[in-house]
Structures are given as structure tokens and as C-alpha cells.
């Protein structure tokens, strides 16, 4: 069954470095998606990509976040300047076309920033 | 996207079924209904998702009320791998953001 494929699994960063967290959607899939959540609490919405750029970002998508799609294949999250509170897990979806077609998730990064 | 409501929390004895309630009393025409859920830390999971008929697949059903208001996701002989949050989520198909509430923490008991 296809999947979405998330790296590295966990990532330590220390503050200010810039981190790149990465994201292989499922192949035939358009629609591309990054949230995240922080220990204890809900899956926030970040942002979402389609047709090489961003259809739709939260606030807390600010200008320390963007999005690339480098290749045909990945999507990459990149957070400029990490703060202590962007320690959460981060998670990517991905979903096809079509009217009420359903997300998929990948397993998720855990960013700790230390 | 209409706004949902769900309980905080519920118990399930393992091998009942298990039927987890969402109101969405301000769904519009167009809104689907979708479920996930989240087994600890893991990505969240898709469940099933419908517009207004009832709908079931290899892991649950979907119980969409007449007037849509509400519906009903039903694990049909829950397990203790059962045992996670879950989200209802309304949104129109061609909306790009998908928003998580807080969902129902379902536990299943042996």
C-alpha cells in the first residue's frame, strides 16, 4: 500500500540553526500538506502546496517557514531560525485529486530544539 | 469549514461495538464529513469519510443523520488497538486546510 515517507525520524536542532524536514508524498498525489503538534496538544494546520506553490497557510505559518517541492518527488518543510517552541512533531499528507478525496500521513519528525 | 463537536473522552469494552458521536449542527450542503484518528504520537490515520449516505469500509461505518446535523463513526468489534484519538472533520471537498479539533479519546478495555 502506498505511504507517505517522512525523514529523519527525529531531529535534535539547537536554537537559531535551520532545520529541513523532508517528505516523500504518494506518487500519483497533488495536493501536499505539513501540520504539526506539540507534546499534549491538538494537530495544528500549517500549510498546504499545490501546483508548485502555497494554496493555503495558518498563522503560525510566518516568515520562519516555507515549503519547497525540490524535485518530483520531495516536499520539504524548512524552519529558518528554530525556537524552543518548535519543538513538536511534524507531520506531512498528501492527497490525490478528485471532490472529497481523503489525506494520508506520514509517520511524522520529531523536532526537539535544544 | 462548519465548527464540530465531539466528547472528550469515551470507554469501549473489547469486542463491542464502539459508536463515536460528532455534531455538526452548521454543516453546509457541499461539506464532507470526514474521520481520522491517532493512535499515540503516530500520523493520524484515515477512516472513512462521507457526504450524506451511510458509508462503510474494512475498518468502520459511517452514519450520516437525514438532516446531516450529525453522524456517527461505529468500530463494528473494537480492539485494544482500537484505542486512540479520534477526529470528525467537515470540510468542503476543494477547501486545501484540513483543521483538527480536539477529537474523543477512545479507549477500549479488555
Known amino acids: 500500500e502506498p505511504e507517505v515517507t517522512q525523514t529523519p525520524s527525529h531531529q535534535v536542532t539547537q536554537m537559531g540553526q535551520e532545520v529541513i524536514l523532508r517528505c516523500v508524498p504518494i506518487?500519483?498525489?497533488?495536493?501536499f500538506y505539513w501540520y504539526r503538534q506539540i507534546l499534549g496538544q491538538k494537530v495544528e494546520f500549517l500549510v498546504s502546496?499545490?501546483?508548485?506553490?502555497?494554496?493555503?497557510k495558518s498563522e503560525i505559518f510566518d516568515d520562519q517557514f516555507s515549503v519547497e517541492r525540490p524535485d518530483g518527488s520531495n516536499f520539504t518543510l524548512k524552519i529558518r531560525s528554530t525556537k524552543l517552541e518548535d519543538s513538536a512533531m511534524y507531520f506531512c499528507?498528501?492527497?490525490?485529486?478528485?471532490?472529497?478525496?481523503?489525506?494520508?500521513f506520514g509517520q511524522g519528525t520529531r523536532l526537539t530544539v535544544v | 469549514d462548519a465548527k464540530t463537536t465531539q466528547p472528550t473522552s469515551m470507554d469501549c469494552a473489547e469486542g463491542r461495538a464502539a459508536n463515536l458521536p460528532c455534531n455538526h449542527s452548521?454543516?453546509?450542503?457541499?461539506?464532507?464529513v470526514y474521520w481520522y484518528r491517532q493512535i499515540h504520537s503516530q500520523g493520524p490515520q484515515y477512516i472513512i469519510h462521507?457526504?450524506?449516505n451511510n458509508e462503510t469500509n474494512e475498518m468502520a461505518s459511517l452514519i450520516i443523520t437525514e438532516d446531516r446535523k450529525s453522524s456517527t463513526l461505529i468500530l463494528p468489534h473494537a480492539t485494544l488497538r482500537d484505542t486512540a484519538v479520534y477526529y470528525c472533520?467537515?470540510?468542503?471537498?476543494?477547501?486545501?486546510?484540513?483543521?483538527f479539533g480536539a477529537g474523543t479519546r477512545l479507549t477500549v478495555k479488555p
Open positions: 452548521t454543516i453546509s450542503g457541499n461539506e464532507y
Open positions: 472533520i467537515v470540510r468542503v471537498p476543494y477547501n486545501n486546510d484540513m483543521r
Open positions: 506518487s500519483n498525489h497533488l495536493y
Open positions: 499528507a498528501s492527497r490525490g485529486t478528485g471532490v472529497g478525496t481523503e489525506a494520508f
Open positions: 462521507g457526504l450524506k
Open positions: 502546496f499545490y501546483n508548485n506553490e502555497i494554496s493555503e
